[in-house]
């Protein structure tokens, strides 16, 4: 059965840093691409960012770009966001989500970053 | 950046009665290989989004097949062909042609 756990959502300063962690299973995880997406309370979707199974190729969305890094540990099955310079606007559900051939089938249960003073 | 737009933003729906939601995007989403690059996506009250259509047509594996994806290009249309009280909960659009990948606004469906 194919798994998507995220973790490490905290309440954080404004300025404050973060690291969020997708643990997978039930998969080759390795051979998958991997998303990062958002919504905000009460907001819609929004794409964060994406990495290639072999780590090779990286995109970001704009609004997040130099501050966030994705990563991912093929040896863990494991995704990760850092986020640094967070922002009141950063505040969101953050989903990771398998990327299978065209497919964006599996998603995480999400885990919430509150970026608040 | 690609727009995505929806409509109707919500929809009151009768169960067993048919609905429809429309997405328009503001470039074409059909790629060279001939496939239409939208997918939808439902998400229920509490719940994760979870993949209806892919490739604007094509049913996520688990999916009734109540559910339908049509279009080409920049219109595309999900269909129910017959509403289940399930089936409440916000539905988008998204384009996953360019990056970065963008959402329609969503479509609130409830029961009436």
């Known amino acids: 059965e194919v798994q998507l756990v995220e973790s490490g959502g905290a309440l954080v300063q404004p300025g404050g840093s973060l690291r969020l962690s997708c643990a997978a299973s039930g998969f080759s995880f390795s051979t998958y691409w991997m998303h990062w997406v958002r919504q905000a309370p009460g907001k819609g979707l929004v794409w964060v960012s994406r990495?290639?199974?072999?780590?090779?190729?990286?995109t970001y969305a704009d609004s997040v770009r130099g501050r966030f890094t994705i990563s991912r540990d093929n040896a863990k099955n494991t995704l990760y966001l850092q986020m640094i310079s967070l922002r009141a606007e950063d505040t969101a559900v953050y989903y990771c989500v398998r990327d299978y051939y065209d497919m964006r089938d599996y998603w995480g249960q999400g885990t919430l970053v509150t970026v608040s003073s | 950046d690609i727009v995505m737009t929806q409509s109707p933003l919500s929809l009151p729906v009768t169960p067993g009665e048919p609905a429809s939601i429309s997405c328009r995007s503001s470039?074409?989403?059909?790629?060279?290989?001939?496939?239409?690059?939208l997918d939808w996506y439902v998400q229920k009250p509490g719940q994760s989004p979870q993949l209806l259509i892919y490739?604007?047509?094509n049913r996520a594996s688990g999916v009734p097949d109540r559910f339908s994806g049509s279009g080409s290009g920049t219109d595309f249309t999900l269909k129910i062909s017959r509403v289940e009280a399930e089936d409440v909960g916000v539905y988008y659009c998204m384009q996953p042609l360019q990056i970065p990948f963008t959402f329609g606004p969503g479509t609130k469906v409830d029961i009436k």
């Open positions: 990495i290639k199974g072999d780590g090779s190729s990286i």
């Open positions: 490739l604007g047509s």
């Open positions: 470039q074409s989403l059909l790629y060279s290989n001939g496939n239409n690059y």
